[in-house]
Structures are given as C-alpha cells and as structure tokens.
C-alpha cells in the first residue's frame, strides 16, 4: 500500500509542477501550446489460475507549434508506474521481442511520440512517430491506447476529402528495442457519409513482416493482407450504432466481428456497450504485443464502460469486460475465461 501511495504523490506531482510550469508564463506568446491529461485507473483481472490487481498512474504532457502558417510539429512525453511488478499490466511495451526477456521495470518514462504535420486545402500530411487506428472499432489495428517509444510506430499518415469521403492513407514501421528488426505496415481506408445518419467505410492493409519475426506469434507466420468494412447509424441525439467485420488473406482463422452501441444519457452520462469475436490471425501483429485489435485477439465477449463527466476537466468511467479465450494460440482450448474491471479518473489541463 505504502508503494501505491508513493507512486500515486509522484505522479500527481508531476501533474502540478506542469500546471504550475503553464501558469507562469504564456507560452503562447511564443508559438507553443501545452495540454495534457493525469489518470489513476485500478484494474482487477480474474480468470482460470488468475486473480490480480493493479494501480496504474499514467501522466501524458503533449506540445505543439506553428512553426510555419501550415507546418505544426508537436511532440508527447508519457510516463507510467504500476503499483504491481507483473509486466503485463503496463501499457509500456515489456517484452523483448523473439528470444528476449520481460522488462521488469515499473516505472517507465519517455518522449514517445513527435514529428511534425503540413496542412493543405483539403489534406494533410504527418511524418513521425505516431499512433493510429484502422478502421471504424480499431478491429485490424489499433495503438492509440499504449504509450512508450517501442510501442509508437514511425508512420507517414496523409488524409483527404473529397466531397463526402474521408480518406486516410498510411505506410508505417514499429519500433521494436534490442535491434529487433521491424515490420512494415501499408494501409489505405476511406469513410463516406451517405446522409447525416448513415455511414460507411472500408480498409485494405498489407503487413510485411521481417524475418526475425515471422514464426514468433502464429498471426505472423508469413506477410499478410488484412481487409475490413464498418458502418455507423445515427438513430438520434442520443444513440448510435457501430458495426465492423475484418478478414485477413490466412488460410483459417481470420475473421473478426464486433457490433457496438453508444447511448448518451444526459449530458454528463453516457453508456457504451460492445459484443466482440477476434480469431487468432484476423488482426495485425506485433511481435511485442501480438495481435493489434483493440480488443482481446483469439477470444469472444462483451464488454460495458458508463462514463461520467463532472466538468470539462475531470471525469471518470466504469468499465467491465468478459470474455473467453478460444484457444487457438495457447494451451487452454477455450477454457479459459477473463473478467477485466477497471475503473479510472482522468484529469486534463
């Protein structure tokens, strides 16, 4: 306990000293802008052989400026401590890829995200170290929630409009440690609205996976195509529909489904819920992480989150997620099932 509450001060005053960094002096006067986010989140994961929890302390400073009327470059420094040593409960990246070892370090910081955007018309153009998710549900990929600079690709994300279509061209590689070699990732997706209820999109990705790692995960046995189409529905100001459904060019095993809905309860309460199946090779791979789904790969489940706002600045959500493993990439044999609560407070400023 006593580890907890020293991690938690640590953080938290890392949070004021940046507040009170920003307060004393308007660095908008000199083209640079500051914004940033402070979350303690407590999680419980139980399931056959596993009953554990965890205080995460997650701090994210982010920067950016104009250096030029259509140029921003813009940067990020993140750092995480755990209240638990098992490596798996941080969303810094803890493996050493084939042949390594668990970083077993509890405290991780670093500058994990940067580079710089070129604002056009009617497309923009961004180079650096950054996240992205494909699709509509983040089903064939989706980073947007780890941090740390091995978890954080070197991407070149051009996007575009033309009429009612949103189009998003990414070529991206990871950042593996330990001179792991990288795998590379192409992908173009586009949405369309059809009305302003309706829409729809649609993703091909290529994933060209180095030899260091092919073998490592059974998803990345050998270079693979990825495809997916989503939609979404707007039934009125308050709910919303999601649907995706993503298929991977492996000979068995490759498809992926979730259908999900949002209800907006007041004006500070909202509700989501999602119903999910990702088999083993349906999703892109990372030889740190394994499948990049923004769910669970190689299992099926539902998953509930009720948000809560207090103000612009503060708010908070519950979350619980349940699900089985179908058994595919492990010893269990759809045994093994997961509960995963979380519940988590977040700060802005």
């Known amino acids: 306990m006593k580890k907890i509450v020293i991690q938690t001060l640590a953080t938290a005053c890392m949070l004021l000293v940046a507040n009170a960094a920003l307060a004393a002096e308007d660095t908008s006067s000199r083209g640079i802008k500051f914004d940033g986010s402070y979350t303690l989140q407590y999680r419980e994961e139980n399931g056959v052989g596993l009953d554990s929890h965890n205080f995460k302390n997650t701090f994210l400073l982010n920067f950016n400026s104009d250096i030029a009327p259509r140029v921003n470059v813009f940067g990020r420094y993140s750092y995480q401590a755990n209240s638990q040593g098992e490596e798996w409960w941080s969303d810094y990246v803890s493996y050493g890829g084939p042949g390594g070892a668990y970083n077993g370090d509890e405290y991780n910081g670093a500058i994990d995200q940067y580079g710089v955007t070129y604002r056009g018309k009617d497309y923009t153009v961004t180079a650096g170290k950054v996240s992205f998710m494909l699709g509509g549900q983040g089903l064939l990929y989706d980073d947007t929630f780890y941090i740390g600079k091995h978890n954080v690709p070197k991407s070149l994300i051009i996007t575009?409009?033309?009429?009612?279509t949103d189009w998003k061209a990414i070529a991206a590689q990871t950042s593996y440690q330990l001179g792991n070699s990288n795998d590379k990732i192409f992908a173009l997706q586009g949405n369309h609205a059809i009305n302003d209820y309706f829409s729809m999109g649609a993703v091909v990705a290529a994933a060209k996976y180095s030899a260091g790692n092919l073998g490592y995960s059974p998803a990345a046995d050998h270079d693979k195509t990825y495809y997916a189409v989503n939609g979404a529905?707007?039934?009125?100001?308050?709910?919303?529909?999601?649907?995706?459904?993503?298929?991977?060019?492996?000979?068995?095993?490759?498809?992926?489904?979730?259908?999900?809905?949002?209800?907006q309860m007041d004006a500070k309460n909202s509700l989501w819920a999602s119903w999910w199946r990702v088999e083993q090779n349906a999703a892109i791979n990372n030889a740190n992480w394994g499948s990049m789904t923004g769910f669970w790969a190689d299992a099926h489940g539902t998953s509930i989150v009720w948000s809560h706002k207090m103000n612009k600045d503060l708010s908070m959500n519950i979350g619980n997620h349940n699900f089985k493993y179908m058994g595919n990439s492990g010893p269990t044999k759809g045994t093994d099932y997961r509960n995963s609560f979380r519940t988590v407070v977040s700060v802005k400023f």
Request: hydrophobic share 35%; net charge positive.
């Open 160 to 164: 575009a409009k033309t009429g009612k």
């Open 233 to 263: 529905y707007k039934v009125n100001d308050r709910l919303n529909w999601g649907a995706e459904f993503a298929k991977s060019n492996a000979d068995s095993l490759n498809k992926a489904y979730n259908i999900a809905a949002n209800y």
